[in-house]
């Protein structure tokens, strides 16, 4: 199947951890990505991760892949105002050649 | 890194017209280009994969005579609104994959071209 879900809205103080949560369905799944859009604009690559691995981390985010729940989250850690977007998760799989995307989780940080 | 550009950023065009969207990979050689479309809060929905030098792999539920996709070299693609409505108002995202990027699967998008139409 093809879904990828994500809840809508978080909102986080700054300074503060932000944890973003992404389920998928394709356990064949190759590519596990996390995008960042900000208002009136394209998106923007911030990592993403193989299937083979369990966890990646670039600086202040952590990528944390659960293959048997398949479940992603993404960690911004010292969470900023400028950090407030829109966040997607998303989804290549094997064999295939397009990209699912969830809906996207929108990213509050107050200051 | 990569870039992809979109042209023009912003259109508004009476019902009826038709409007280009173009796409090109700015550094990079892409084999295939990515069309989607984006609804406001909502998610990207891909309208349609464009390949070089052969037809346009469309969505289902996308219509290919009304969005018409022509990817002429390897660095620019286009998408056509023909006819274009004011249901047809989106954000037009392109994306593009680096033909030299070793297998990884990653795309790079443009910034998007927001279409109004009256």
């Known amino acids: 199947g093809e879904d990828v879900e994500q809840s809508l809205f978080l909102s986080v103080r700054e300074g503060d951890s932000s944890v973003i949560n992404c389920t998928y369905t394709d356990s064949s799944s190759t590519y596990l990505y996390w995008y960042k859009q900000e208002p009136g604009a394209g998106l923007q690559l911030l990592t993403y991760?193989?299937?083979?691995?369990d966890m990646k981390q670039d600086q202040r985010l952590t990528v944390l892949l659960n293959k048997k729940d398949k479940h992603l989250s993404l960690r911004i850690a010292d969470t900023q105002t400028g950090d407030s977007a829109i966040y997607f998760c998303?989804?290549?799989?094997?064999?295939?050649?397009?990209?699912?995307f969830g809906a996207g989780t929108r990213l509050f940080v107050k200051a | 890194g990569a870039v992809v550009s979109q042209h023009p950023s912003r259109v508004i065009c009476k019902s009826g017209t038709s409007v280009k969207i173009e796409c090109r990979s700015l550094?990079?050689?892409?084999?295939?280009m990515f069309w989607y479309r984006q609804f406001p809060k909502q998610s990207l929905m891909l309208m349609a994969t464009s390949n070089e030098g052969s037809k346009a792999t469309y969505e289902q539920g996308v219509e290919k005579d009304k969005f018409l996709i022509n990817h002429a070299s390897l660095t620019l693609s286009t998408l056509t609104v023909t006819s274009a409505h004011p249901e047809d108002s989106s954000f037009y995202i392109c994306?593009?994959?680096?033909?030299?990027?070793?297998?990884?699967?990653?795309?790079?998008f443009g910034p998007g071209t927001r279409l109004l139409v009256l």
């Open positions: 994306s593009a994959r680096d033909r030299g990027s070793g297998g990884a699967l990653q795309q790079y």
């Open positions: 998303a989804e290549t799989w094997t064999g295939g050649f397009k990209t699912i």
């Open positions: 991760i193989f299937s083979n691995m």
């Open positions: 550094d990079f050689q892409a084999t295939t």
